[in-house]
């Protein structure tokens, strides 16, 4: 581990004006210490922020919630309003790490947390993402985990978050400080696509905070589930994983939403698929086109493509799951 | 006369019983110092520069940027490294090593991770940020070798690790019914808890060498290293008190450790080496990978005809090591006609050593996977078919087994399990999105014993004493020679200390190959009467607590003598004579019976697995296994063996697997994230019955050691359950996603 300057912000604002172009900020610092001491990342300084007052959830006045940054997966995942009206979000969050990582990791550092593509994580590999223009060791590699979704001829390292995944289904917002005030980035635009620069990974400028992730006003009356498929039971990250939210209409599916976790470059938002979804009978057949629908593009690498045919199974379940959910929530609501 | 020596052989009243661990306070609360915790006065620490390619020369070491760093003492490497002797490496003196290359011998590059140099600084934090500092520079060659797995190289073929009997050829081609399958396992990872870790600390003006190391075996360490260096063997102390296991990886000498006691030597300080995990997965040994053909022939009825089982596993470039897949096929079925073979292929990767059940693991996997493709072809049962073809007799040796009881493993575990409801229709059982799936194995390892050295002090202020240079691994064999003592003695256990893993004390054995147990024991016993003896001269002597009577005539009870009128105690007999103590010498080994008698542990695992195949996913959900060790000396701790061992065979079934690239040979999973083992939620439910049959052929106390019996078998009995499930044979472990989805 290389030595790096070390200060406690106090305010969002003083953080925001005190970091350098190499700074980095830490919460948790469950994944950050862990690349720090295997060579990969250098911060000339960190800037600990956990001191800062943003570890609410609140309901705004338009249906929305409100998630300040430094929540910890393990609050946000038992919190009753999460539990109540995002249960995808709580299942997601669970999914993920284990307990006492979750106790240390927050949301902002969740979205903000590095690939598991094991040449990202090994100094000695070719890796443009951690080295710009050093080329990419996984594409002719033991691409295993990578992803099938997103990538580029520079890059296909897969986004590792569960939580994102949810969030994705989800709908969110980004709520952003920095030197220049604060400003809003919808979260489906805020992790990029490697294209040719797969070491910008996000939308966040220098000295830029995540102060909060707002959700979108829950869908109702909905089921959701999230459906991780790995190697082991737990602690493992996703081989292939699906957020799904859908609304009934009688047996046809009002609104749908559909991510998928561990097959892409970034949390991936299916809105074709969704589309698809949209106004048809609740069964297999439909869930199984909207699958393929969202796997359209997938390209599967030399020891990675049993994660297409894996996340169709991902989908596939997972609007089921979902279908069956809201076909109790509605049976409940109708006793009601 | 008495006694407590003979009822420790049929009416136990410690040996045999559930015995909480001795040194469980100490593990509980931190004061047990495991290697990477201790510390000496002046202590420096060193870090490993491993090297990032596998296959190439060390062209330049750039280390000024890290010499100047804070804290930095030296650096030393292939330039600057002491001239050493030779490493020996023989088992039968003592002095085997798990790899036989020197650190820093030369300039080439064999395998990922091979040590280039070692960072010594006053922190450990500044000795791994300079050696993230070394700049190393390679000539990279092409050619390497990642894995048996990826070649169709087949290796050099081992005079003398093969075995044969009849013509299994002829007896094969004229068979009614065969099997004829290739299998394959990746390379494992020990993954032991503990890391391996030295502390080397010269006295003496450089005279003596003080290693304190997590080891499975301090007298092999200590010989190795006393030719290395070329010290007297008692001018050289090797110190193991607690270890976080090993597997097998911590058997013999490893090159850190000479690295570590050569910084230490240059700058006259101690110096603490603990491999990161990483160093740990590409140098510190592994299981190699394996690949193996299985030829069975068999009448219609079911008997087996001809068994040829021939092998390959990996060595590296460095070191020759031999995992000897078909070690226990001659003797696992009666059959006339049998053959092995075993080839050994070179590969870039770090050496790998033994692993829980060398060899045989692997073998049975593929034998017992086999033997349930040979059922399917016969439309039998699995477990009739073994039944059938259980040996009466050793087939290897002709020899009568001490005690063997796999048709009652069998039976009992089939009905604990409920194997009668199983329908043998492929894919029949079902429930929900899941298909159930049962499968079975037979196991088996063989009950070894080795020559041993035990002292015994029984001491004035009541307290007893026994000392031995084995260890233990974290098995538990502190508590069990605890259990010996308090057997013999009738003293309280409370009142036993014991004192293991030390050169200085009487030689032990490694703790290794389930033989502990069965050699140390015996020899403690022998320590024990020794002493008894011993105080008994004391008692009956002048001014003795029983002066004049007559030493045959007293009785050993409740931790002193009785004439059968008047019990005393032995510290009250010590007093009266003004003794401190008295102290018993016992050595034990194996005699004349490992000539009339075969020598084998048996069991069998039963394995339910579920299948949701809308999602791939498999898991084993329980394992119902019945185990012959002979006696269990501690029943938690031996029952904890073996369902340790069904986790670990889960793992090695479903999901462990050393990721080489296959275009250098660089290891890329080398951390316990990305090499998959069973979690707690894994683990299956499992019911473990250990027969009780205490096999006295064997040694006295009718133990037969533990440690590896339980990982053999799991894995085949996995796969045979996916087959029944699925219809699919899966011949190659770990059974991954990617394979399921493939059917």
Known sequence: ?336 | MNDLTQSALTKPRVVGKRTPRIDGEYKLTGRAGYTGELHADGMLYGYPVPATIANGVLESLELDDALSMPGVVDILHHGNFDTLHRSPNSMAHGDMVNEVRLPFEDERIYYHGQYVALVVAETFEQSRAAAQRVVARYQMEDGAIASLLLTEAEGELQDGAGASRGDPEAAFGGAEVTVDSTYHIAAESHLQMEMHATLAEWRDDGQRLIVHESSQGVFFQRNAMARVFGIAQENLEVISHYIGSGFGNKLFMWPHAVATAVAARRLGRPVKVVLPRQQDMTGGGNRPASRQRIRLGADRSGKLTSVIHDSTTETSLVHQYVDTCGSATPSFYACDNVSTSQRVLQVNHGTPCPMRAPGEVSGIFALETAMDELAVELGMDPVELRLKNNAELDPASGLPWSSKHLDECLTSAAQRFGWDKRDPVVGSMRDGDEIIGYGMASCTWSAGRQPCEARVELRADGSLFAACGTQDIGTGTYTIVAQAVAELTGAELSRIEVKLGETGLPAGPLSGGSMATATVLPAVAAAVRDALDAIKEVAVGSGGAFEGSDADSLDVERGGLTDGKRHVSFAEILGASKLSSVNGKGSAAPGNERSEYSFRSFGAHFVEIRIDPGISRVRVARVVSSIDIGRAINPPTARNQVEGGIVMGVGMGLLEKLDYDPRDARLINANVADYIVPTHADAPDIDVELLDYPDFKHNEFGGRGVGEIGLTGVAPAIANAIYHATGKRYRDLPITIEALLAS
């Open chain 1, 1 to 336: 581990m290389r030595t790096f300057a070390y200060s406690r912000a106090d305010s969002v604002e003083h953080a925001a004006h005190r970091t350098t172009p190499d700074a980095a900020f830490v919460a948790g610092g469950t994944t950050l210490l862990d690349l720090v001491k295997l060579d990969v990342l250098r911060p000339s300084e960190l800037v600990d922020i956990n001191a800062l007052p943003l570890k609410s959830v609140e309901w705004l006045d338009d249906g929305r919630l409100k998630i300040g940054a430094l929540v910890t997966n393990t609050d946000l995942a038992h919190h009753p309003e999460i539990k109540q009206h995002y249960p995808v979000l709580s299942q997601a969050l669970l999914a993920g790490a284990s307990t006492q990582l979750r106790n240390m990791a927050t949301t902002a550092g969740n979205v903000m947390q590095r690939t598991r593509c094991p040449y990202y994580r090994d100094p000695a590999a070719a890796c443009n993402r951690r080295e710009p223009g050093s080329g990419c060791d996984a594409r002719h590699g033991l691409n295993r985990l990578n992803a099938v979704l997103g990538g580029s001829e520079a890059c296909i390292a897969v986004h590792p978050s569960d939580m994102c995944v949810a969030i994705a289904a989800i709908g969110a917002t980004m709520t952003l400080s920095g030197p220049d005030g604060e400003r809003e980035v919808a979260f489906e635009d805020f992790h990029r696509l490697p294209g040719d620069t797969p070491h910008i990974e996000h939308d966040l400028g220098d000295g830029e905070l995540i102060t909060a992730i707002t959700l979108d006003a829950p869908l109702v009356p909905a089921g959701s589930y999230y459906l991780k498929l790995r190697d082991r039971a737990s602690y493992e990250f996703a081989l292939a994983s699906t957020a799904a939210q859908l609304s009934l209409d009688g047996e046809m599916i009002g609104e749908a939403r559909v991510a998928l976790g561990g097959v892409g470059t970034k949390p991936w938002r299916c809105p074709e698929a969704e589309a698809a979804l949209v106004g048809q009978p609740a069964e297999k057949a439909t869930f199984e086109r909207a699958a393929d629908i969202a796997l359209r593009d997938a390209t599967p690498l030399e020891h990675n493509a049993f994660k297409i045919p894996l996340a169709r199974q991902a989908i596939i379940r997972a609007l089921r799951e979902a279908t069956r959910l809201a076909r109790q929530t509605g049976e409940q609501e109708g006793q009601a």
